[in-house]
């Protein structure tokens, strides 16, 4: 026989557009103390556009830039890539053929194009490779909040994307409740600070980390974890992955990766972070109606 929570909670998950891989992780929404979130495609809408190509001092000019970033970006699954992809569209750029791409997660992609090696990366990640980049129109567009990326080739840098993303309004309203519920609300994130900072800011988070590393996201749960609070993941990412299976409850946002998806113990079928309010509700009703 069906034991009577999983008919409960089946038909409740169904209705809300749930799906959940792992019930007891779903029970231990009840006692949620944290949540963490994802910036890029989870608090944010993930629909980068172009603002504008910085060409930086190696002979190329904006249209080669991008040109080259598109691509590699050809290959990625990454809202940046595609956002990258449309800013090339839209200029009508056409795109050169790319080989052996290679996905660096939490830091860009890798492909061979024309015989060189050419690399989208972020800001953290060239500074961990001891290049320092000082431009004025990249400053400018960090102070902005935008997020940049850098276009290396054979590892020399030669230019700068400045993308712009928007944050979802729903993300205000989920963490509003959850904070009413009393949970603390974090975000963990491998763009740069001054993004970081202003999302942290328009939504109200009680605490927000830039240039954190797959692996670091996961160090950072078990690092709450260790203080004894409960804690929920919220991300889409194949960056997301290693947090989304170390915390006590990991929530997949719908249009994420399948590699999101499958590290998570539930799936939001929509793209709503209200939804994650929606789960606590539930778990709380699901086993009231059991008492
Ligand atoms: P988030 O934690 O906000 O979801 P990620 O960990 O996926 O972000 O990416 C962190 C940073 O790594 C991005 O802000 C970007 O600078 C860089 N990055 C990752 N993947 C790509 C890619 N395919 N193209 C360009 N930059 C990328
Ligand atoms: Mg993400």
Redesign the pocket.
Known sequence: AVPLVVAVSTELTARNGLLIRDRAAFERARSLQAVVF????TLTEGRFGVASVVPLGAGMDEVEVLRLAAGL?AF?E?P??QGILRGADERGIALPAATDFRNLP????RATIDGRTVE???PGTLRRRGIDVTDGRVAAEHLAGR?V?FVVVDGTVVGAVALADVVRPESREAVRQLQALGLRCMM????AKPVAEQVGRELGLDEVRAEVLPHQKAEAVQAIQAKGLTVAMVGD?V?DAPALAQSDLGIAIGAGTDVAAEAADIVLVRNDPRDVVAILALARATYAKMA
């Open positions: 994802d910036k890029t495609g970006e990625s990454h940046i890539a939490g830091e860009g992609a989208v990366v972020s997020t990326v963990l994130t491998g763009d990412g960056n």
